[in-house]
């Protein structure tokens, strides 16, 4: 529903009967013709049907990847950007603009980033010998403020890019393509079914490391499996799409409110939820200020923020 809405709602003014009509001409078999002039025809199938398909498989993404790092960190507060990733992306796209590179470099400078970033991490967590997740999450921290200044750095030396660059981090699908689907989709798939995968494992982890191996699971296996697999999609979501946050905590406690707290419940459902929501807050995004553009980080943002106090509260809340 929200994928049809997401497709038929924009400032161009198609006609949704025949918008309709054009989808179900191009399905196999089906032989529907409608009424749209070749420019109509080309802003339903160029522009709006790969924004929505990219919209649905960065959410998913998101989605996924905040859940899988909230069950292995046992942390509801748990995002996509935990590990530096987003700082990570920021700084790669930041090099490449304020290079004047071509633009096509600047989705996989941004995952190039993301997963130097969390590779980063790991090696400083690891330099401390207490392989813990609370360790793992300092270290982030750590790395995602070197990183946030040396891009702050970078646009203190080339001004002229800020305009591009704050484009990036307030995220935006405005202006992509199906060749942003192409990139972002073997990523997706790869780091969705890693995640899906290890499902079971993370209701498991949840009763506690030293539980989980009299269970016979290697949780700091299992541990680096899962967030390498979040990692990759968080990464390949953010260099699609710039950085858009929020969803990663909003997305998996919906589904805990309303459908339980495993993550065999959690997980599969972040795929539909994920998609959805996002889909979703970029109609909001082109609509509410239409004809201009609301960038889509800052709608998920102004949703976010107080869902994420509500959150705080209630995790702080409980015994």
Known sequence: MMSTIGVLVG?????????????????????????????????????????????????????????????VFRNPLADPYLLGAAAGAGLGATAVIAADGPRGLVPLAAFAGAMGAVALTYAVGRSVGERTSTTLILAGVAVASFLAAAQ??????????????????????????????????????????????????????????????????????????????????????????GLIGFVGIIVPHLIRMTAGVSYRIILPLAILVGAAFLIGADVVGRTVLAPAELPIGVVTAFLGAPFFLLVLRTSRSRP
């Open 152 to 241: 702050t750095f970078v646009l203190q030396r080339n001004s002229d890019s800020l305009q591009e660059v704050y484009g990036f981090i307030l995220g935006s699908l405005a202006t992509v393509g199906w060749s942003d689907v192409a990139l972002a989709a073997p990523y997706a798939l790869i780091a969705g079914v890693g995640i899906i995968l290890h499902r079971r494992m993370l209701d498991v982890l949840a009763v506690g490391d030293e539980e989980a191996m009299g269970l016979g699971v290697s949780a700091p296996s299992v541990r680096a499996r899962v967030v390498l697999a979040a990692s990759l999609s968080t990464a390949a979501a953010v260099a699609v799409s």
């Open 11 to 71: 400032p161009a003014g198609l006609d949704p009967v025949e918008s309709i009509k054009a989808l179900l001409d191009r399905l196999p078999g089906v032989s529907i013709p409608s009424s749209l002039s070749p420019q109509q025809e080309a802003i339903l199938f160029e522009l709006r049907l790969p924004r929505v398909v990219l919209g649905g498989l960065v959410g998913t993404m998101l989605a996924l990847a905040g859940g899988a790092y909230q069950g």
